[in-house]
């Protein structure tokens, strides 16, 4: 079992405290407990937790839990500025300089910062002063995504590098223990041969990114009473000893930009993901928001037509329908794999007046969730972010002129694989992160 920043092991029910032993372990303010059920860390089958019916009252915070988030703002700082010295964060965070190198001295020591031996900054007078970098294979992380044809994972280190990859395409409807086992494999065949790791058990975690309605693609899903979502992370930490963390793969893409973004992406923003579908994400203050069910910014669910094309989800005139690159090949006649950059180039003059159509329903449908979250970014990812962009942002910046919103509109720099990329990040920002939520102690 890997751990944080704190010492301790992170919380898998991810936005609520946790006792092990009647110890406080963890309470981020992450809510990941998809839906009204919250497993309980012992015995994660046998206990239910209705949380619509629970109240938490938040109280004073103590030394420890400011001493573990002062070291989560030095790391932060490091690895965001890195090479940087003492100094620089002292000044950065306005930590006095003894608590800024006894913080310091603790990540040293627990092998997550490492000290340049040649700094290569000038000084007037005296010594240079050392700097100090993360530890890029001090934790490693597999992230994998899940979609209807294919699954692609990652082994990701702590500098955000993708070490090794694989790709296995698969048909369905599937055997869901097969599929279990399935990444399981491909995650132990990541690891091997890889200098700092040894096996899967030494990994900081396993993060699982999935289409929303992923559990109508087995036909024996087992506990079909409960959410898809945690039977898949039950079963993964039956036969893994490290954290897992299941979640859509739109959200865990969302968290991906703003941790491999280094400070270049806003604390606040709106990420749309252009998969094969259309999913969004939403991070506020660093710190992801799912929903108390955890679908929040389904933005491929938003009604776009009252009434129209059925929706796999069971409702009528979704974005899905119109919107996404699905819908684009189902209406531009081409077959589901068929690349979209060789489709968008080849397209004749009908064809292009049907893919305009589609990006005027997902400018729409994106301006709809804009002008209730009057955010200043939104970022376009996912794996057909970079074909769809120029295409998308014309009717998109016409859409916030005419509404006056102070919205700027990116592209995301993260290739195609942002489901896992994302899927890796967030295991390590949960684990490291500096949530100021940490700071409060929770009580029942």
């Known amino acids: 079992m890997m751990l944080g920043l704190d010492g301790y092991a992170a919380c898998p029910n991810r936005g609520h405290c946790c006792v092990r032993a009647n110890r406080l372990q963890y309470a981020p303010a992450r809510v990941m407990n998809y839906g009204h059920i919250l497993l309980d860390l012992l015995n994660p089958m046998d206990i239910i937790i209705d949380m619509n019916t629970k109240t938490t009252r938040l109280v004073g915070t103590n030394q420890k839990h400011g001493q573990d988030y002062n070291k989560s703002v030095v790391f932060e700082h490091i690895r965001l500025f890195g090479p940087i010295s003492r100094a620089d964060i002292s000044a950065r965070t306005l930590l006095v300089p003894q608590t800024v190198s ?34 890029e294979n001090a934790l490693f992380t597999v992230g994998v995504q899940v979609q209807y044809s ?107 930009e703003y941790w491999m973004g280094r400070g270049k992406v806003p604390a606040t923003f709106l990420y749309v993901y252009l998969g094969d579908n259309v999913g969004g994400g939403l991070i506020v203050d660093g710190e992801e928001y799912v929903g108390v069910s955890g679908k929040a910014i389904e933005l491929g669910h938003v009604q776009y037509m009252p009434g129209g094309i059925s929706c796999y989800c069971g409702s009528k005139g979704c974005l899905d329908q119109y919107g996404s690159v699905n ?42 969730v804009l002008s209730v979250l009057d955010v200043s970014t939104c970022v376009i990812g996912g794996p057909h972010a970079k074909d769809l962009f120029s295409l998308l942002l014309i009717p998109l910046e016409s859409k916030i002129r005419e509404r006056e919103y102070a919205v700027e509109v990116r592209c995301s720099n993260i290739d195609i694989h942002a489901g896992a990329i994302g899927a890796a990040s967030t295991v390590f920002h949960d684990a490291l992160w500096c949530k100021t939520s940490n700071l409060l102690k929770a009580e029942s």
Request: charged residues 20%; proline residues 4%.
């Open 102 to 135: 006894n913080l310091v001295r603790n990540l040293i020591e627990g092998g997550l910062v490492v000290e340049l031996q040649e700094s290569g900054v000038a000084r007037k007078r005296g010594a240079h002063p050392t700097q100090l970098a993360v530890n």
């Open 150 to 256: 294919r699954i692609f994972a990652a082994l990701v280190n702590l500098g955000g590098k993708i070490v090794r990859s694989a790709e296995r395409h698969w048909n369905l409807p599937s055997d869901f223990e097969t599929f279990v086992k399935g990444l399981v494999t491909m995650s132990e065949e990541l690891v091997v041969g890889v200098d700092g790791i040894r096996s899967i058990t030494e990994l900081q975690g396993i993060g699982i990114g999935v289409p929303r309605l992923y559990g109508k693609m087995f036909g024996n899903l087992p506990a079909p009473s409960w959410p898809s979502q945690i039977v898949l992370k039950k079963y993964l930490e039956e036969n893994v000893d490290c954290e897992v963390i299941v979640a859509n793969n739109a959200h865990l893409a969302a968290v991906g």
């Open 327 to 368: 819908a684009l090949r189902r209406r531009l006649s081409v077959a589901r794999d068929a690349p979209l950059g060789e489709v968008l180039n080849t397209a004749n003059e009908q064809q292009l007046t049907i893919i305009h159509e589609g990006m005027e329903a997902l400018a729409a449908s994106i301006i709809s």
